[in-house]
């Protein structure tokens, strides 16, 4: 028998509301809700209020409507908005399950519906950015001239300088893969570097900027594929892998309602630049919550994250190489 268990909560595992623990309460009665295809009175007030609840920290509100959205799907949403029409947040939960739902194909969502709605909930609480959030991903997923994105963005911005959702959704649009290239996403990149705080919500956009270069060079196969990793080796790339891994996982430096899905960006980046022992401190930090990306870039995401974790992440010094001295 071992002296030692290890705790269950440390085990990995895939939560979508990582350590909101409230969230996570709501989720699970939601999703009940949703396999029987009918929303309760009580479930109603359970949504309004954890999303309330968030008040004007609007990045856990953003992360409460996603993980509500996709808890939700596709009736649930409607059938809450059709009950208050006047209420914000349902309006919001309706967008962003329309935006989820417009990504399957044949889906049949009109988004310039969904666009109206973002219109009646910007005017209901004028503060609140997430309507323009949802407005500019609309925008993203038709591949809309950045003409359009560019007076969005700047409504954004006035409002919530380093809204973490809104830098995502820029990245993807500004990507080779949609509708920019590497120059724009460098261009975005040295925009914020300089001004961004280091522990705000979007602090993790530069490491997604890098493992989806990093992924993009892997899928392109011959010699773009065999150089993949020098992109990690790269100066401003190590520079931000050596300032995350120094910070990052210490107790209360990352505060955002996303911070957990950071770490597990960062412990990724550091693993695919061979830094094995700081990746190891990261795994550790992150308690055993997994993310589906980017861990699933490489096969089953809680399989892969449960390896890592069990090489890197027990503290038994031969478990794993050494990683970069600074």
Request: aromatic fraction near 6%.
């Amino acid at each position: 028998m071992p002296v030692f268990r290890r705790r269950k909560g440390s085990l990995p595992r895939l939560v979508p509301e990582l350590d909101d623990r409230t969230l996570g309460q709501v989720r699970r009665r939601v999703e009940t809700c949703w396999s029987r295809g009918s929303l309760d009175t009580a479930v109603m007030a359970s949504m309004a209020d954890v999303i309330n609840e968030a008040g004007q920290d609007w990045d856990r509100k953003a992360h409460r409507l996603a993980v509500l959205a996709r808890a939700a799907g596709r009736s649930l949403p409607g059938i809450w908005r059709q009950h208050n029409p006047q209420d914000q947040n349902a309006l919001l939960l309706h967008a962003w399950s329309d935006l989820m739902q417009a990504r399957q194909e044949g889906s049949g969502v009109d988004l310039h519906e969904t666009r109206e709605t973002c219109r009646l909930a910007a005017d209901m609480l004028p503060a609140d950015p997430t309507p323009w959030t949802l407005h500019l991903a609309t925008l993203r997923l038709e591949q809309r001239p950045s003409t359009e994105l560019s007076a969005v963005w700047r409504e954004i911005k006035a409002r919530d300088p380093w809204n973490r959702e809104a830098h995502l959704q820029a990245l993807g649009y500004l990507s080779p893969d949609e509708c920019g290239s590497s120059a724009l996403v460098l261009d975005l990149l040295d925009g914020v570097r300089a001004a961004m705080p280091p522990d705000a919500p979007a602090a993790g956009l530069e490491l997604t900027a890098l493992i989806s270069s990093h992924q993009r060079a892997v899928l392109g196969g011959g010699l773009m594929a065999v150089g993949a990793g020098e992109i990690w080796r790269r100066p401003e790339a190590a520079k931000a892998l050596d300032h995350a891994a120094h910070y990052w996982p210490g107790p209360g430096f990352l505060t955002h309602a996303a911070a957990l899905a950071d770490l597990n960006l960062l412990a990724y980046a550091l693993i695919k630049a061979g830094r094995t022992t700081e990746a190891g401190a990261v795994l550790r930090a992150t308690g055993g919550v997994v993310t589906p990306w980017p861990w699933s870039m490489d096969g089953d995401a809680l399989e892969r994250f449960s390896h890592y974790h069990g090489r890197y992440a027990t503290g038994d010094p031969d478990s794993g190489s050494t990683g970069r001295r600074r």
